[in-house]
Nanobody
Framework: QVQLVESGGESVQAGGSLRLSCAAS????????MHWFRQAPGKEREFLAG????????YYANSVKGRFTMSRDNAKNTVYLQMNSLKSEDTAVYYCAANWGGLIRPISDGMDSWGKGTLVTVSS
């Protein structure tokens, strides 16, 4: 399984921007479909975005569409989540997840690997 490590989470004011990174191990990173999820206290884990391994096709949840942008750099084994116009309700632990091949999955079930998460706190 690919090993994933998120980074970049910190406290930021509402309206600000932040970029999260997810570094992956291995030499077959380009074959993985990558995803970002988040989970706030007392809430279910929420799908945010996904990106395919080969053609870079992206898919976003409606809650972040237009504000968040997912990208990947296969040469660096890294995926990113650029977050703009942050709101207090974006406060959560953010996770990246990977599954081998297939379509982007807007559900947490079936992922091959998860990172430990990185905390993003948005203050008003």
């Amino acid at each position: 399984q690919v090993q994933l490590v998120e980074s970049g989470g910190e406290s930021v004011q509402a309206g600000g921007s932040l970029r999260l990174s997810c570094a992956a191990s291995g030499r077959t990173f380009s074959g993985y479909t990558m995803h970002w999820f988040r989970q706030a206290p007392g809430k279910e884990r929420e799908f945010l975005a996904g990106i395919s391994g080969s053609d870079g096709f992206t898919y976003y949840a409606n809650s972040v569409k237009g504000r968040f942008t997912m990208s990947r750099d296969n040469a660096k084994n890294t995926v990113y989540l650029q977050m703009n116009s942050l709101k207090s309700e974006d406060t959560a632990v953010y996770y990246c997840a990977a599954n081998w091949g297939g379509l982007i999955r807007p559900i947490s079930d079936g992922m091959d690997s998860w990172g430990k998460g990185t905390l993003v706190t948005v203050s008003s």
